[in-house]
């Protein structure tokens, strides 16, 4: 049987609480896991998954919406545990993934630090500490825009570039679920986009945020803020 699972799992942030959403897609053949969780946060995603009586060495699959530290820190972890699993993501994103390029937002936090004040500038250091912390992984699978997945009875990889350049979302057809990442996030209920003075483009996340939106969805799942119910 299909079945869509949204994780809550708690991460701890230079400072800060929040929890993230990541999702997982169940049908007769494979379990996939739609992004990981920050570094150090492999535990944290076992507990959530048992929390659903969903044992995380059965996980096939790994989806990373994108590069960023808190969708992908958990990632190496989780593929030296449990090897089998296949790690994908789009063709853009791989290189970050994979630690062939710096990430884009280490290169962003290391070009904002001296222009920032004297009273953040140690939360700018920490904040590039912990992006280098972030081990690469190697991706099994390069996944296209606009690419069919058989997975959870029909899922649509939808290109939504801006909050980085190869960022995807998931159209799960036969759900009418959206799973965005952090191309949209709820704050107080309402859909915006995720941080965006820290958008790598954009003009581009406000239109794949529109884009989303415009699909007619009956669910929007965000990474960071949980379930927008659009019924
Ligand atoms: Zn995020």
Same mark, same amino acid.
């Given at each position: 049987?299909?079945?869509?699972v949204?994780? &809550?799992?708690?991460?701890?942030?230079?400072?800060?609480?929040?929890?993230? $959403?990541?999702?997982?897609?169940?049908?007769?053949? &494979? *379990?996939?896991?739609?992004?990981?969780?920050?570094?150090?946060?492999?535990? *944290?995603?076992?507990?959530?998954?048992?929390?659903h009586?969903?044992?995380?060495?059965?996980?096939?699959?790994i989806i990373?919406?994108?590069?960023? $530290?808190?969708?992908?820190? &958990?990632a190496?972890?989780?593929k030296? *545990?449990?090897?089998?699993?296949?790690?994908?993501?789009?063709?853009?994103?791989?290189?970050y993934?994979e630690? &062939?390029?710096?990430s884009? *937002?280490?290169?962003? /936090?290391?070009?904002?630090?001296?222009?920032?004040?004297?009273?953040q500038?140690?939360f700018?250091?920490?904040?590039?500490v912990?992006?280098?912390?972030?081990?690469?992984?190697?991706?099994?699978?390069?996944?296209?825009?606009?690419?069919?997945?058989?997975?959870?009875?029909?899922?649509?990889?939808?290109g939504?570039?801006?909050?980085?350049?190869?960022?995807?979302?998931?159209?799960?057809?036969?759900?009418?679920?959206?799973?965005?990442?952090? /191309?949209?996030?709820?704050?107080?209920?309402?859909?915006?986009?995720?941080?965006?003075?820290?958008?790598?483009?954009?003009?581009?996340?406000?239109?794949?945020l529109?884009?989303?939106?415009?699909?007619?969805?009956?669910?929007?799942?965000?990474?960071?803020?949980?379930?927008l119910?659009?019924r």
């Amino acid at each position: 049987m299909e079945q869509v699972v949204v994780l &809550s799992v708690e991460m701890h942030f230079l400072g800060s609480e929040d929890v993230v $959403h990541p999702v997982v897609l169940m049908d007769h053949q &494979s *379990r996939v896991l739609v992004d990981c969780g920050p570094v150090g946060t492999l535990e *944290r995603i076992e507990e959530a998954l048992r929390a659903h009586q969903i044992e995380p060495s059965s996980i096939t699959h790994i989806i990373l919406t994108h590069q960023d $530290h808190d969708h992908v820190g &958990s990632a190496a972890a989780h593929k030296r *545990r449990y090897p089998s699993v296949k790690i994908l993501c789009s063709e853009e994103e791989k290189p970050y993934i994979e630690g &062939s390029k710096v990430s884009l *937002r280490l290169e962003q /936090a290391l070009s904002m630090q001296d222009k920032l004040p004297e009273a953040q500038k140690s939360f700018g250091e920490s904040f590039c500490v912990l992006l280098r912390s972030v081990e690469p992984v190697a991706v099994d699978q390069v996944l296209h825009m606009g690419q069919h997945l058989s997975f959870c009875g029909g899922t649509e990889v939808i290109g939504t570039a801006g909050h980085t350049p190869g960022h995807l979302s998931l159209y799960l057809e036969k759900f009418g679920i959206i799973i965005a990442g952090d /191309a949209i996030a709820l704050e107080a209920g309402k859909p915006v986009i995720a941080n965006p003075q820290f958008a790598l483009e954009q003009t581009k996340a406000v239109a794949s945020l529109e884009y989303l939106l415009s699909l007619g969805a009956q669910k929007i799942i965000c990474y960071h803020g949980g379930i927008l119910d659009l019924r």
